[in-house]
Each structure stands twice: as structure tokens, then as C-alpha cells.
T-cell receptor, first 112, second 112 residues
Framework: GQSLEQPSEVTAVEGAIVQINCTYQ??????LSWYQQHDGGAPTFLSY????GLEETGRFSSFLSRSDSYGYLLLQELQMKDSASYFC?????????????FGTGTKLQVIP | EAGVVQSPRYKIIEKKQPVAFWCNPI?????LYWYRQNLGQGPELLIR????????DSQLPKDRFSAERLKGVDSTLKIQPAELGDSAVYLC??????????FGPGTRLTVL
């Protein structure tokens, strides 16, 4: 099967940098995605890593190490609107077909 | 471009009653997903369609849940009969690439 681990909650100060870690287990790994979800809202796609290294999109960056089955999401210059839940999602091939499984989410609270 | 449309947004029913959710994906997206999200958890895949074919329904409780995707476009998810534990947000998503899914606003189901 597939499984992921990420911290349940993180608190950070406005203007600072925060890193949200994700470790995963799957067979036939394809890639790791990140989604943001505000309370009461729908998940929205942030980034995808299929290869090792850093992907940057504005204030958000995502990193992947396939050898460590590990990735992280880096949020810079934190703003109050970044307060939300962040999910990593692993794409793999555990049963002979591609499957995406979401983690349980990290609730980020940005404080003034 | 219109996003994923879901209806109803909210539904309150008594246990043992039937309920149905409807989803219209983004035009041109061949892949459609139904997820269930419990409070404080990540989305859990119920079923994934490629066009009209259900390619992953391993997590769908088939004794009470059913789904269909008409002509490879709209989809309906049904629960009959509903149980108290079915209270959750039911999310529909669509994609052209499995790496990036676009989610609808969801249907919040309360079973009394």
C-alpha cells in the first residue's frame, strides 16, 4: 500500500520561513505533490516533484529526495493568508496501477 | 474556464436514507475522482474514473456506495442507506495529468 507521515501542526511568525516535512512509503514511486486547503475550502494544487531536487514557484518551494523517501514544502515570507492545511500526496504503483494517496495534513498557523 | 462543479453544497439526512452527489468536471478532463474527507484528515480516494471506466474503486464500500460516470463527463455518487459514520465532506476532482488534480468545493454531508 501507500502511506505518508507529516506533522499535524506547525506555527510560524508572519514574514518568517517554515518547512513542512513529509515522508512516504509506496512501491513504484512516480512523484510527490503538495496541496493547500483553507478551512471550508477545496484543496488546491501547489507543486509536484518527480525528480530529486528543488522546485520553486514564487514564495513556495518543494524538495524531493527519492533515496530518503522524503520531501518538504518550504514557504517563505509567510503571510497571514498562508494559514491553512497543507497535504503531501504520493503517486505510486502499488497494485499494478497508478494511485495517489494523500497524507493527513499539516495545519499551519501564521501568527503576527 | 469553469472549475469543477458539485451539488448540493450541503446535505442533511437521517440515517438509513439515501443520498446522491453530483459532479461536473472541468471540460476536457478525462480523469475524475471522488474523495471523502473527514474533519482533520486528508482526502481519501473512493473511486477514480478514466473516461467512463472505473479504474480504482478498491476503497469504495460497495455494500452501500455506488457511482457512475455518464458518457465520460458528469458523475454521480450515491449512498444507500446512509450511516452516521458517513458524515464527511465528499470531494470531486478532475485532472488531465495525474500530478495535478482540480477539486470542486465539496458536499458537506451530515447524517443524523
Amino acid at each position: 500500500g501507500q502511506s505518508l507521515e507529516q506533522p499535524s501542526e506547525v506555527t510560524a511568525v508572519e514574514g518568517a520561513i517554515v518547512q513542512i516535512n513529509c515522508t512516504y512509503q509506496t512501491s513504484g514511486f512516480y512523484g510527490l505533490s503538495w496541496y493547500q486547503q483553507h478551512d471550508g475550502g477545496a484543496p488546491t494544487f501547489l507543486s509536484y516533484n518527480g525528480l530529486d531536487g528543488l522546485e520553486e514557484t514564487g514564495r513556495f518551494s518543494s524538495f524531493l529526495s527519492r533515496s530518503d523517501s522524503y520531501g518538504y514544502l518550504l514557504l517563505q515570507e509567510l503571510q497571514m493568508k498562508d494559514s491553512a492545511s497543507y497535504f503531501c500526496a504520493v503517486r505510486g504503483d502499488p497494485g499494478g496501477y497508478q494511485k495517489v494517496t494523500f497524507g493527513t495534513g499539516t495545519k499551519l498557523q501564521v501568527i503576527p | 474556464e469553469a472549475g469543477v462543479v458539485q451539488s448540493p453544497r450541503y446535505k442533511i439526512i437521517e440515517k438509513k436514507q439515501p443520498v446522491a452527489f453530483w459532479c461536473n468536471p472541468i471540460s476536457g478532463h478525462n480523469t475524475l475522482y471522488w474523495y471523502r474527507q473527514n474533519l482533520g484528515q486528508g482526502p481519501e480516494l473512493l473511486i477514480r474514473y478514466e473516461n467512463e471506466e472505473a479504474v480504482d474503486d478498491s476503497q469504495l464500500p460497495k455494500d452501500r456506495f455506488s457511482a457512475e460516470r455518464l458518457k465520460g463527463v458528469d458523475s454521480t455518487l450515491k449512498i444507500q442507506p446512509a450511516e452516521l459514520g458517513d458524515s464527511a465532506v465528499y470531494l470531486c476532482a478532475s485532472s488531465q495529468q495525474v500530478n495535478e488534480q482540480f477539486f470542486g468545493p465539496g458536499t458537506r454531508l451530515t447524517v443524523l
